[in-house]
Nanobody, 127 residues
């Protein structure tokens, strides 16, 4: 069992930035693909970004490409999501997730159910 704990959510004005973090207390992240997903009220959960275990490969949803950056520090067992140029439509609960494999393409993660999930952190972008 992998416990994932997100932090860094909050309220920010449109155009602002936030950095989300995800840690695994007492457990290494090495070997796991890590991802961020989000769910806005009334909407289905959607893929945001994913990074392989070494950090050398990433995929992003079209809606966040160029604005969000996923990264990881395996020594600190932490994954980050740097969110810049935030828009009101980015408002959602953001979930960290871990998986044992790495998909061949971005489309793999659109409907993929990752192995482990955090409880989420709320991001609200005001206009």
């Amino acid at each position: 069992q992998v416990q994932l704990v997100e932090s860094g959510g909050g309220v920010v004005q449109a155009g602002g930035s936030l950095r989300l973090s995800c840690t695994t207390p007492g457990r290494t992240l090495r070997g796991y693909t890590m991802g961020w997903f989000r769910q806005a009220p009334g909407n289905e959960r959607e893929f945001v970004a994913v990074i392989n275990w070494s950090g050398g490969r990433t995929y992003y949803a079209d809606s966040v490409t160029g604005r969000f950056t996923i990264s990881r520090d395996n020594a600190k067992n932490t994954v980050f999501l740097q969110m810049n140029s935030l828009k009101p439509e980015d408002t959602a609960a953001y979930y960290c997730a871990a998986d044992s494999g790495f998909g061949a393409s971005r489309s793999y993660y659109v409907n993929h159910n990752m192995d482990y999930w955090g409880k989420g952190t709320l991001v609200t972008v005001s206009s």
